[in-house]
T-cell receptor, first 111, second 114 residues
């Protein structure tokens, strides 16, 4: 079992729709979670962090965390073609400094 | 803030040769990470420094890989006796100690081993 798992996609949504990206993690002790966006040929860039159960909103992005279910999600409202990228979920392992990434979900927003 | 800088951007080498990559983190960041990424995969953790101390190293990292961060500033990653399986993008990231592990990545060094 991978430590952080994501569906590789691609997830295809029409412009203006809500894109929902999901992630599960195996280490129950993980406390910090992150979503990174990676455009093709570029390096990852941080878009959201979440540390507590519940929702965290930032503009068009909402991160959701459910530690009991070991589940993290990212919602993108009013999706734009410029949101087309690979979205990487990452978890900070308990008692460790290493951030573990999932394999990423490719999102395609159709104009 | 000039961002995380990595050199070279691309490196082509023959199998068996040694290669060295350099990373200059954001100046006030005291934490530095090396990751490796192959096509279709997420970044894979290699090693982590806090200041000049190497605090964690992946079990997957063979003894052909070594990293240093003298004086807690820039870092180098050396791969000895390269193999074709070492071909990947090598990413450096840095963060501030109280930044909640919010990593800022450099543009990476793309290694191709022929």
């Amino acid at each position: 079992q991978k430590e952080v798992e994501q569906n590789s996609g691609p997830l295809s949504v029409p412009e203006g729709a809500i894109a929902s990206l999901n992630c599960t993690y195996s280490d129950r002790g993980s406390q910090s979670f992150f979503w990174y966006r990676q455009y093709s040929g570029k390096s990852p860039e941080l878009i959201m962090s979440i540390y507590s159960n519940g929702d965290k909103e930032d503009g068009r992005f909402t991160a959701q965390l459910n530690k009991a279910s070991q589940y993290v999600s990212l919602l993108i409202r009013d999706s734009q073609p410029s949101d087309s990228a690979t979205y990487l979920c990452a978890a900070l392992m308990d008692s460790s400094y290493k951030l573990i990434f999932g394999s990423g979900t490719r999102l395609l927003v159709r104009p | 803030d000039t961002g995380v800088s990595q050199n070279p951007r691309h490196k082509i080498t023959k199998r068996g040769q040694n290669v060295t990559f350099r990373c200059d983190p954001i100046s006030e960041h005291n934490r530095l990470y090396w990751y490796r990424q192959t096509l279709g995969q997420g970044p894979e953790f290699l090693t982590y420094f806090q200041n000049e101390a190497q605090l964690e190293k992946s079990r997957l990292l063979s003894d052909r890989f070594s990293a240093e961060r003298p004086k807690g500033s820039f870092s180098t990653l050396e791969i000895q006796r390269t193999e074709q399986g070492d071909s990947a993008m090598y990413l450096c990231a840095s963060s501030f100690r109280d930044g909640g592990e919010k990593l800022f990545f450099g543009s990476g060094t793309q290694l191709s081993v022929l």
